[in-house]
């Protein structure tokens, strides 16, 4: 959910979630779902601005354990980079000696946690 966008700066926000970048009114969620799954890898289709490409995580497993009410929680870090204009936010400002202020290359990471539900 892109309303989710916390810079902690109120004017970024706002432009991130215009149609400079996000366009967010149209397009209000970034979406992930995955296709593939195993100890190294999660393979998957990432939708931004509705254009939708496949993206391949690699992943590190953090453990598994049970918490102290006895619920079995595995951990799990997964990253990747992706070229934003792949997804058509394309967006930028010239800089300096032929470049450009925002980089194209963007790295996700994330944090998962998963918890086993009773069956």
Do not use: C, W
């Not at 102290?68 to 870090?77: D, L, R």
């Not at 934003?84 to 000696?97: A, E, H």
Request: charged letters at 20%; proline letters at 4%; aromatic letters at 6%.
């Amino acid at each position: 959910d892109l309303s989710s966008v916390d810079t902690n700066q109120a004017d970024r926000d706002a432009h991130l979630l215009g149609t400079d970048f996000f366009n967010a009114e149209p397009h209000p969620q970034m979406t992930f779902a995955s296709t593939s799954l195993s100890e190294t890898e999660m393979t998957g289709n990432l939708t931004i601005l509705g254009v939708t490409k496949p993206v391949t995580f690699e992943v590190e497993t953090n453990g598994v354990t049970t918490d102290p009410y006895g619920n079995t929680k595995a951990g799990f870090s997964a990253t990747t980079e992706i070229k934003r204009s792949d997804f058509g936010v394309d967006f930028n400002i010239p800089g300096g000696l032929e470049g450009m202020v925002i980089s194209d290359k963007v790295k996700i990471e994330l944090e998962i946690q998963l918890a086993l539900q009773a069956g």
